[in-house]
C-alpha cells in the first residue's frame, strides 16, 4: 500500500496533537477561578504554579531534544504524549499547592517533547522549501489549541466540573498514539507507505551533501555551541519567547482582574487572537516556501519573514498599550501580535535544521526552547511586580524585547545554510 503525500499526514498527525498540548495546559488557566475557590488558593499560589511548570518545560526542552535524537520521532512522541496525558488526568486529584504543583511538573516536563520533535520530524520528512510551512502547520495546531481551549474548556467545566474536565482532556491525548504508530512507521528513506516519487523529493530537497545524513552520529552540545550561528536561535528564542506566553499564561487572569470576567466570559473571549496565531502561522510558512522556490535564498527568504514578524509584533504591542481600552479592542490587537509572533517563530524554529543535521537538529531545537523558557519564567516572577497597577509596564517590556530577538538573528546567523563543516568565525 502507498499513500500519496505521506509527509502531510505526519505533520497533521503532529499539528493535532499541538492542539491537545494546548488544550491540556490552558485548562488549568481558563478553569482557575473555579480552581482556585474549590481548594482555597490565590493568584500568588497561580504565579508559583506557573513558574513549576516553565522549569520543568524548560528542562524537558533540553532533556527531550537529546531523547528525541536517541531514540527517533516515532517512539519519542509516544513517550510525550502519554506521559503528558497522564499528567493531565492527574489534576483532576489535585488538593493543593503541592499535588497540583507535581502534576504540572510532569506535564511540562513531557509536553515540552513536542517542540524539538516537530523540528526533528520536519528535518525528516520535508525538504528545505517546505519546512517552514511545516513548521507553520505544527505551530497552528498551538494556536488552534488556544483558539479551541477556551470555549471547550468552558463547556466542560461548566457541564462536568474541572475534575472531569481534566480527566476527558487527558483521554483524547491518549488516543492519538493510535494512529501516530500506524501512520508513522519508520523514516521517510525506509517506510513502506511512501511512494518513490514522495521519497525523492525529500531527499533531493535537502542542502547539498546532507542526502544520506539519516544516520549521523550528531555533535555534542558543546559542539554545537562553538558555531555563533547556534547562539542565533538561542539569543532570538531568548528575546521572543516571553511574548507568546505572557498571552498563553496571563490573558485569562488578565481578562478576570481588568475587565471582572468569569470562567464563561474568558472562554468567549480569550480565543479570539489565536485565530491570528494561528493564520500567522501559515502564511509565515507559505510565504518562505514561495520566495525559496521563486530564487530567493533561504538566508533572504528566512529573515523576510522573521523581520515582518517582528514589525507587526512591535505594532500591536505599541497598540495594547495605546489603544487597547475596551475588551474587544484588547483581544483584536492582541491578534495581531500573536499573528506576527507565528509568522516569524516557524522560520525561527526551523533554524535548527537549517544549520546543522541528523541527530544535532533535535538538541539544538531543544537548547533553543529551554532558554526561551527560562526567560519566560523570568518574565513570570516580573508581572506580579510590574503589574499592580497595570499591565502597561509588561508589554513595554517585551515591546523592546521584539527588536533585540530579530537582530539577534541578523547579527549572529549572517548566512542561514549548513555549518557543520564551516570554520567558526
Known amino acids: 500500500m502507498k499513500i500519496k503525500g505521506l509527509r502531510w499526514w505526519i505533520i497533521g498527525l503532529i499539528a493535532l496533537a499541538t492542539v491537545i498540548n494546548y488544550i491540556d495546559r490552558s ?16 493568584d500568588s499560589d497561580y504565579a508559583i504554579i506557573l513558574n513549576v511548570f516553565m522549569v520543568a518545560y524548560a528542562l524537558g526542552q533540553s532533556i527531550s531534544g537529546k531523547l528525541y535524537d536517541k531514540v527517533g520521532t516515532r517512539v519519542g512522541y509516544v513517550l510525550s504524549i502519554f506521559f503528558w496525558s497522564l499528567a493531565s488526568i492527574l489534576h483532576a486529584f489535585s488538593k493543593g499547592l503541592l499535588s497540583l504543583s507535581a502534576f504540572r511538573v510532569l506535564l511540562g516536563v513531557s509536553e515540552a517533547g513536542n517542540w524539538p520533535g516537530a523540528v526533528k520530524s520536519n528535518a525528516e520528512w520535508f525538504p528545505v522549501k517546505e519546512r517552514a510551512i511545516a513548521q507553520g502547520i505544527f505551530n497552528a495546531g498551538a494556536s488552534m489549541g488556544s483558539v479551541i481551549a477556551p470555549p471547550l474548556i468552558a463547556y466542560l467545566y461548566l457541564a462536568f466540573g474541572w475534575e472531569t474536565t481534566f480527566i476527558v482532556i487527558g483521554a483524547s ?23 518513490e516519487k514522495e521519497k525523492a523529493h525529500i531527499v533531493s530537497g535537502r542542502h547539498l551533501g546532507r542526502n544520506e545524513d539519516d544516520e549521523d552520529e550528531g555533535l555534542t552540545i558543546m559542539q554545537i555551541l562553538s558555531h555563533r550561528e547556534s547562539w542565533a536561535v538561542l539569543a532570538s528564542r531568548f ?38 496565531a494561528a493564520a500567522g502561522s501559515v502564511i509565515g510558512g507559505l510565504l518562505t516556501g514561495t520566495w525559496i522556490a521563486s530564487g530567493n535564498s533561504v538566508d533572504t527568504s528566512r529573515k523576510r519573514t522573521i523581520w515582518i514578524g517582528g514589525l507587526l509584533m512591535f505594532l500591536g504591542l505599541v497598540g495594547t498599550i495605546l489603544y487597547a481600552d475596551t475588551p474587544v479592542k484588547f483581544v483584536g490587537i492582541v491578534a495581531i501580535v500573536l499573528f506576527g509572533f507565528q509568522f516569524a517563530i516557524s522560520n525561527i524554529q526551523t533554524l535548527p535544521s537549517d544549520l546543522f543535521s541528523g541527530k544535532s537538529v533535535g538538541s539544538l531545537a531543544g537548547l533553543g526552547g529551554s532558554v526561551g523558557i527560562f526567560s519566560v519564567i523570568i518574565m513570570n516572577f516580573l508581572i506580579p511586580v510590574i503589574t499592580k497597577d497595570s499591565y502597561t509596564p509588561a508589554f513595554i517590556l517585551i515591546a523592546i524585547f521584539v527588536p533585540l530577538g530579530v537582530l539577534s538573528v541578523y547579527l549572529l546567523c549572517r548566512n542561514i545554510g549548513p555549518v557543520d563543516n564551516k570554520k567558526n568565525n
Do not use: C, Q, R
Not at 473555579?34 to 481548594?39: Q, V
Not at 491525548?173 to 511512494?195: D, E, S
Not at 490573558?251 to 480565543?271: C, N, Q, R, S
Open 27 to 42: 485548562a488549568l488557566a481558563i478553569m482557575w477561578p473555579g480552581i482556585s475557590k474549590d481548594l482555597g488558593m490565590t
Open 173 to 195: 491525548g491518549m488516543l492519538w498514539i493510535i494512529p501516530w504508530l500506524i501512520f508513522n512507521k519508520n523514516k521517510p528513506k525506509y517506510h513502506k507507505w511512501i511512494t
Open 239 to 276: 528575546f521572543l519567547e516571553p511574548i507568546w506566553w505572557l498571552f498563553v499564561g496571563w490573558m485569562p487572569l488578565y481578562l478576570a482582574d481588568t475587565y471582572g470576567f468569569d470562567v464563561k466570559e474568558i472562554g468567549l473571549f480569550a480565543w479570539v487572537p489565536f485565530v491570528g
